[in-house]
């Protein structure tokens, strides 16, 4: 080591374990010894060091080897190379007394020496007195200096080998060199790798899922290469691309897969992360040239918990204050807990795992978060997980790291599914008694007799609070239950579309349509009919038509007309029951930071005069439905032409649709049950600010649930309810900060053992965040690819809508583009064209709306919202699940 140093050992271990490594040979750095001694130069103590280390260059430059030196390089360029062949000439920085040297695995870059490529016999010679030279060249210098290194002690040994003719070159990282997390990235251009290593070249990139082997893809426009000398130079030289290169992806996905493989090879024969260099040859051989530690790793010491929101902000989009979080948390841990009771995980094992449902859904940055390495734990309790882990990981946006390493067999899985039937066997009617058990709860609640919630005593209606969430904690699970069974038959289902009908998801989106409406699409039909009603009376439908959707005192005073009855009595009593039924139902309505119609009745006045506007009708939107299952069917009948086999597809689809349909049922539910939350709460926030311990009563939303109650039922700690104010005063500026702030990453990686404050100094993406966040703003002509979700195609323009917060009449015509939705989207939803998401699947409220809505859907669709500038004209596909983008930007009015 000592003599050839790091580098070239390193290279030559490759070449005995049988890596496909080009033929080379060394120059031992005792040469390079015997070269300085011979110069004669005075000692280095006796002249400054950077002006000695400039002269040792100078003069080693032009200590070409002679003799028998020359004599045996030359012989060995002959054996080696090959007469008429030409060779990269590499030097490297020998160890020293303490290991440290060039490519060592605590200093890969140190040496900063020099490389010479397309070297012929007659350059051979000069070129190892360059490579000699560049020990002491003003760069290395400093850069050793900065180190603390004595720069007049290094030792180069040379390097000579084959030169491949690679048309093709590359730089691979077995981590993210600037994180260090578990993605393989590589970097790859037309010609030589020195177009890669300094940046001469426009380059690709590829980063490779090291666990699923899928492959994402930049491509650069390329117009310049490195490439072989001119003839009559011996310096690579910067050339034009060839046209028909210029967009055309320099690797294959299968040769980046083959390039990934041989850089995990690499780590695996040393150990650890690697970053390497190589070449493709016309023939498309691989070649290696060099391997080297990767540096960066270093930061991937240390166990480290990763936290995820991809899922969870469909429900908690955006900062949630500390009211929202606490009872989204109360409500993951009774949900999820019982959903693990009921599909059979032992009692012994869900008080051992107790800790980790308590944490699992964690408060970052002002932000809902999963704790992913809990929510693997406690979900690869369920028999069956692993039968469906990927659908769900899928669905939690979970790649790289931060899936799970350890995993039950799918045998195993597989021989639990008999007990999960005769569970499921049931699932029916118990789903039945949870809906008729919570609608009379709702009924209770709403009870036009009863005196309203905001006219009861603080005591009742914390008694009332208690009790429902009380029955919620052990009856929740069923609509879990219901998701677990749900992804299970979708699994079988696509499969058997796919050797029956030799059709995909693109299929089975159509045949899902049709049946009884769910509770989620029920509540937009009725705000429809209701739109009819209203402009059938031509001074309402003026009314609704003059208001202003961002003026809340224009829709306040619309609505008192309805309610007062100058429209009707008809028209008031349908909207009054309209609020009875469905008044929680709203943009966000799981965040109790937002007001719903329950607490804004006016609110519905804005949404009335978005179907006023459009003319929708409730009728032509059940037309629209029928229309894409009929059409499916048909596809069906003619792609699966047996009988039999249809009449099985028949049987599992109408048990998929119960499935979806129950699911958007029960995910009303939960809009009401927060609804009933936050009309509780809100109502205690009056109280604790008319007794002076808040100063405003929506100062409630920075305290938790149990700090709320805690105030009336004397168990809040400390100095009692005044207390209250300073907290909430806290809270709300680091709501105020978190919001300002640009939003984490949905994966994220924090090392473990801290608080978890002090953790997010250490946060890095759990991911690439080029493969999380989609990159710049797409060419024309670029292609997105998603998860088709509800057929058609439709061109438009794009409304990419961040903050859905903004008039539906803005989304009128156009394509909505989001990050995710909820149903209180549906205003939204309704008004669009098209629907582009970036994350769900089959199953999500984006993918089930969009065909009960007979809207083309797309879903999964990574990099949306950044890569579709709002305005756009694109053309939506929502069979196929492609975007592409067919002109620019059209105006930055991209909704926030």
């Known amino acids: 080591m000592s003599e050839i140093g790091h580098k070239f050992a390193r290279l030559e271990a490759l070449r005995a374990a049988g890596f496909p490594v080009p033929g080379f040979f060394c120059l031992p750095a005792g040469e390079f010894d015997r070269a300085l001694r011979a110069l004669r130069l005075p000692p280095p103590g006796a002249a400054p060091v950077e002006e000695w280390c400039a002269s040792a260059a100078s003069a080693l430059a032009k200590a070409v080897p002679d003799g028998d030196l020359a004599a045996g390089l030359l ?27 060039e490519d060592s695995a605590d200093d890969p870059f140190a040496g900063l020496s020099d490389s010479f490529l397309y070297v012929r016999r007659d350059g051979l010679l000069e070129a190892v007195a360059r490579c000699w030279a560049s020990a002491f060249k003003a760069e290395a210098v ?16 040379v390097a000579v080998q084959r030169m491949v003719p690679g048309t093709r070159s590359f730089v691979a990282f077995t981590r993210d060199p600037r994180d260090g997390t578990r993605h393989h990235i590589i970097a790859a251009a037309y010609g030589t790798g020195e177009g890669v290593v300094q940046e001469k070249a426009d380059i690709d990139h590829y980063f490779v899922d090291p666990v699923t082997g899928t492959v994402r893809t930049e491509v650069a426009v390329k117009r310049r290469m490195v490439g072989p000398p001119a003839d009559g130079e011996t310096d690579p030289r910067v050339a034009e691309v060839p046209e028909e290169l210029r967009t055309a992806p320099v690797l294959t996905d299968e040769e980046a897969q083959q390039v990934a493989g041989l850089a995990a090879r690499v780590e695996d024969h040393f150990g650890r992360p690697q970053d390497i260099e190589g070449t493709f040859t016309p023939d498309g051989a691989l070649h290696l040239v060099q391997a080297r530690p990767l540096a960066a790793s270093a930061r991937d010491d240390g166990p480290r918990v990763h936290w995820g929101n991809h899922n969870i902000t469909e429900s908690f989009p955006g900062v949630s204050g500390a009211l ?38 964690g408060h970052l940055d002002g932000r809902v978060y999963y704790r992913l390495d809990d929510w693997q734990e406690l979900h690869g309790q369920l028999p069956v997980f692993d039968l469906i882990r990927g659908g769900w990981e899928e669905n939690m946006g979970i790649t790289g790291e931060a899936r799970a390493a350890r995993r039950r067999s799918r045998l195993r899985a597989a021989a639990s599914l008999p007990a999960v039937v005769c569970r499921a066997a049931g699932h029916r009617r118990a789903t039945k008694r949870f809906l008729r058990w919570w609608d009379g709860v709702m009924a209770e609640v709403h009870d036009p007799a009863a005196r309203p919630l905001a006219e009861r005593p603080a005591d009742e209606l914390i008694a009332l609070y208690r009790r429902v969430w ?184 109408a048990v998929t649709r119960w499935l979806v349909r129950t699911r958007e049922d029960t995910r009303f539910c939960r809009t009401q049950l927060f609804g009933l939350s936050r009309t509780v709460l809100w109502r205690l926030g009056e109280d604790l600010a008319a007794a002076g311990a808040l100063d405003d009563p929506m100062d409630v939303l920075d305290l938790t649930v149990e700090e709320v109650i805690g105030a009336f039922d004397g168990t809040l700690p400390g100095s009692g309810p005044c207390g209250l104010r300073g907290l909430a005063a806290v809270r709300r500026a680091e709501r105020d900060r978190h919001r300002d702030a640009p939003p984490p990453p949905a994966l994220l990686s924090l090392p473990a053992g801290r608080p978890v ?20 703003a797409g060419p024309a002509g670029d292609l997105l690819r998603g998860l088709g979700s509800s057929g058609g195609t439709v061109r438009g323009r794009a409304k990419v809508v961040l903050d859905p917060g903004i008039p539906p009449a803005d989304c009128a015509g156009r394509i909505l ?33 969009g065909r009960l809505l007979g809207v083309p859907a797309a879903v999964a669709v990574g990099g949306a919202v950044a890569r579709i500038p709002d305005g756009a004209w694109i053309e939506l596909d929502g069979r196929a699940g492609t975007v592409r983008v067919l002109t620019g930007q059209g105006g930055d009015d991209r909704a926030r």
């Open 75 to 101: 012989e060995a360029f002959d054996a080696r190379i090959g007469a008429g062949g030409t060779a990269a000439v590499r030097a490297c920085v020998v160890p020293g007394p303490d290991g440290a040297g």
């Open 324 to 361: 929202t979080y606490s009872q989204a948390r109360m409500f993951y841990e009774l949900a999820f807990g019982d959903l693990y009771r009921r599909m059979g995980v032992p009692a012994r094992r869900l008080r051992a795992n107790a800790h980790r449902l308590a944490r699992m859904v």
């Open 142 to 157: 400093r850069y050793r200096m900065h180190r603390g290194v004595d720069p007049a002690a290094a030792r180069v040994a």
């Open 470 to 653: 009380a029955e919620a904690s052990t009856r929740w699970g069923v609509t879990l239950a219901n998701s677990v069974y749900g992804l299970l038959v979708m699994r079988a289902g696509t499969a058997l579309l796919r050797r029956w009908a030799d059709a995909g998801p693109e299929l089975l989106v159509g045949l899902l349509c049709g049946g009884r409406e769910n509770r989620s699409l029920a509540a937009a039909r009725a705000a429809i009919g209701l739109a009819e009603r209203a402009a059938e009376d031509p001074d309402l439908k003026a009314a609704l038509l003059a208001a202003d959707p961002a003026d809340e005192r224009s829709l306040r005073a619309v609505w008192e007309g309805v309610e007062a009855g100058r429209h009707g009595s008809r028209v008031a009593a349908e909207a009054r029951a309209y609020l009875r039924r469905y008044g929680d139902r709203a943009v966000h309505d799981l965040k109790l930071d937002a007001p719903t119609p329950r607490q804004r009745p006016w609110m519905l006045a804005g949404t009335l005069a978005t179907f006023v506007r459009q003319g929708a009708t409730a009728a032509g939107n059940r037309a629209d439905e029928a229309r894409a299952a009929d059409e499916a069917r048909r596809r069906l009948r003619a792609a699966c032409r047996g009988p039999a086999r249809r009449a099985v597809l028949n049987a599992m689809l």
């Open 757 to 776: 404050a002090a953790a997010l100094a250490c946060a890095r993406p759990a991911g690439d965040r080029r493969l999380l966040d989609g990159g710049p």
């Open 817 to 849: 583009v989001a990050r995710e939705t909820d149903p209180g989207w549906l205003s939204l939803m309704i008004a669009a064209s098209g629907l582009v998401v970036e994350r769900g699947t089959l199953l999500s409220h984006t993918a089930v709306t």
